[in-house]
């Protein structure tokens, strides 16, 4: 066998139950890994590894009936824990401990999840970058806001991470770093405790090396054991090729991706066709930018109007911007992501799943920036779940992206579809 730390999170919870290996040993394969590559990719912001140990050697102890029993979960900074600091990437928080942890921690805990640490986040879960590198080449940037989980997801450092998005904060960055990202439809996952950035907007997601292992952590933090995936597609799926309005944002290998998945696609016994979205989703990610700024100036108000010089020039900027949005351009926005939402029925009425971008093209070089959230933005404001899968690869090896989409609540549909897509594009 090799080293523990590469186990996917079903496998290591069967084997935990079968006691083949124990949660010790696999904590300590991954504090292992993260030792040996921390320096280099830095993805936490705080590990202990006496107190991860500690709850796999409880775990151990007992035959727990939770999914997660003894597996390793790492928890994105942006998210209240009351045994660890949380900082929310900005260094107004440096010294903050919550006094609970947020439900979806407490949940994975229930479920017997190992709390390994926190990973870098964004400042507040915006575009300024942490100090997360891109384990598959660091000058890249690992995209963001959930930066520091997926590069630990992706370096194999753990085998599952929470994220959250806002804009394109779980989809963008799986891309980029070669793993899967699930945003489910909104508010499927608790965000209390979670420091709120858009009440419009906000949704927790998962983080993983697999469809199915990101799916078994969000029924293990739900309660919705539907969403697990235990059996294959039972009907032929019908694929909508979606380009979206953004099409001119794509880089070669995005294009090059799209392509090669539709013909693929169709080959392996899907309907694949072109779908072109109504004109007024045309104007949902301005919308989106629109409602995002606005609300995010709102929610970070304490800060804004207290700790000013502690937030970076460029949250500084986003929040002028926000403040010269006129509400009457603001209630436009709301109103036309109302009317899209009541007309994605439409939109699917030909097709299960629509396949688009999930991101621009591969990670792009540098770390001052975490690539540009266009492809996802849309599809937040329409609370779609979403699924990233890896499918390709960049002229310079960089892992790249498509994402699979579905109707507002059709999540358990949605997993299995983009489970079948990775499958059969890998």
């Not at 006691?19 to 394969?29: F, G, H, P, Q, Y």
Request: proline fraction near 6%; include cysteine.
């Amino acid at each position: 066998m090799g080293a523990l730390n590469t186990l996917s999170v079903i496998e290591a919870a069967r084997q935990i139950a079968a006691k083949k290996i124990t949660s010790e040993a696999l904590v300590r394969d991954c504090l292992e890994r993260i030792e040996a590559r921390e320096p280099e990719v830095q993805a936490w912001t705080h590990i202990d590894g006496e107190a991860a140990l500690a709850q796999a050697r409880a775990a151990d102890k007992h035959t727990g009936s939770g999914l997660l029993h003894g597996v390793p979960v790492g928890i994105k900074d942006l998210i209240d824990t009351a045994d660890m600091p949380t900082t929310y990437g900005s260094p107004i928080y440096a010294a903050h401990r919550p006094a609970w942890d947020a439900p979806c921690v407490a949940l994975t805990r229930a479920a017997g999840g190992v709390i390994m640490g926190k990973t870098v986040t964004t400042e507040f879960a915006n575009m300024h970058p942490g100090k997360t590198r891109n384990p598959h080449n660091p000058a890249h940037t690992p995209g963001g806001s959930s930066s520091g989980s997926v590069a630990a997801v992706a370096d194999y450092m753990v085998p599952a991470a929470f994220g959250t998005q806002t804009a394109g904060s779980v989809i963008r960055p799986a891309s980029y770093c070669g793993v899967v990202g699930y945003k489910p439809s909104f508010g499927l996952i608790s965000r209390v405790g979670v420091k709120a950035l858009s009440d419009t907007l906000d949704t927790v997601g998962t983080i993983a090396r697999t469809v199915p292992d990101a799916a078994y952590f969000a029924a293990a933090v739900t309660g919705r054991r539907e969403l697990i995936i235990d059996k294959p597609l039972g009907a032929k799926l019908r694929i909508g090729i979606c380009r979206t309005y953004e099409w001119k944002h794509a880089q070669p290998e995005t294009v090059a991706a799209l392509e090669s998945a539709a013909s693929r696609l169709a080959a392996s016994g899907a309907s694949v066709n072109e779908v072109k979205l109504p004109p007024t989703y045309a104007n949902l990610v301005q919308a989106q930018i629109d409602i995002m700024f606005v609300e995010q100036a709102q929610s970070l108000a304490y800060e804004r109007l207290n700790a000013w010089p502690q937030i970076s020039k460029r949250l500084q900027a986003l929040f002028q911007d926000g403040l010269q949005i006129s509400f009457e351009r603001f209630d436009a926005a709301q109103r036309l992501a109302r009317n899209c939402r009541r007309s994605l029925a439409d939109v699917f009425a030909e097709c299960d799943i629509l396949l688009a971008p999930s991101a621009p093209g591969a990670a792009p070089a540098g770390l001052d920036m975490t690539g540009d959230p266009v492809f996802n933005r849309m599809w937040t404001l329409l609370r779609t779940p979403c699924v990233t899968v890896p499918v390709a690869a960049a002229a310079n090896g960089l892992p790249v992206g498509l994402q699979v989409i579905g109707a507002f609540g059709c999540d358990v549909e949605v997993l299995a579809a983009a489970h079948w897509v990775h499958q059969t594009l890998t």
